[in-house]
């Protein structure tokens, strides 16, 4: 079993409509939890970071975290093509090294 | 957001050769520096976690003689490929914390291309 796993997709929605993303994990020890939207072919991009449980939200984008079901989500509200891309979820621990353990990520298609 | 800047974007080089990428954070000092591997429609795989002035530990089956990776000074880190064959084509991405990042954030370079003919 991954220590974070999150379903691929690709996940076609159109313009305008609320976007669920997912992941669930196992290690406990996980305490920083990122998205984060890659375009193909870039570099990931840091969207939303939240430490511990709890809910962040930043314009269209929130993240929530529910640590008692080891489960996290990123809403996108009013999509837009321009959001296309693969979205990573990722996750550290508070102590030793912190290297972040990725999500496979999931493909995005916001259609017109 | 903090930058990291990552060169050369993309390389093609010639089986046997070796290949030098670099990462630097422009904005802000880092103190540790990570280097990942993702190979097409997959996720990204640390490959070693550098010290600024130390050595790089490695992560189980990444080989240490063939992923050279040098963190001289708070601002660049290199990862050299050495002896490339075509397997190790693949899009190589740094990524930085910062010396008063007490927090999990990460920045990532924009990836860097290999292609092994």
């Known amino acids: 079993q991954k220590e974070v796993e999150q379903d691929p997709g690709p996940l076609s929605v159109p313009e305008g409509a609320i976007v669920s993303l997912n992941c669930t994990y196992s290690n406990s020890a996980f305490q920083y939890f990122m998205w984060y939207r890659q375009y193909s072919r870039k570099g990931p991009e840091l969207l939303m970071y939240?430490?511990?449980?709890g809910n962040k939200e930043d314009g269209r984008f929130t993240a929530q975290v529910d640590k008692s079901s080891k489960y996290i989500s990123l809403f996108i509200r009013d999509s837009q093509p321009s959001d296309s891309a693969t979205y990573l979820c990722?996750?550290?621990?508070?102590?030793?090294?912190?290297?972040?353990?990725f999500g496979s990520g999931t493909r995005l298609q916001v259609q017109p | 957001g903090a930058v990291v800047s990552q060169h050369p974007s993309w390389v093609i080089c010639k089986s046997g050769t070796s290949v030098k990428i670099e990462c630097r954070s422009l904005d802000f000092q880092a103190t540790t520096m990570f280097w990942y591997r993702q190979f097409p429609k997959q996720s990204l795989m640390l490959m070693a976690t550098?010290?600024?002035?130390?050595?790089?530990?490695?992560e189980q089956g990444v080989e240490k003689d063939k992923f050279l990776i040098n963190h001289a000074s708070l601002t660049l880190s290199t990862l050299t490929v050495t002896s490339a064959h075509p397997e190790d084509s693949s899009f190589y991405i740094c990524s930085a914390r910062g010396l008063a990042a007490n927090t999990g954030e990460l920045f990532f370079g924009e990836g860097s291309r290999l292609t092994v003919l």
């Open positions: 550098s010290n600024e002035g130390s050595k790089a530990t490695y």
């Open positions: 939240t430490y511990s449980s």
């Open positions: 990722a996750m550290s621990a508070r102590t030793g090294r912190r290297a972040l353990t």
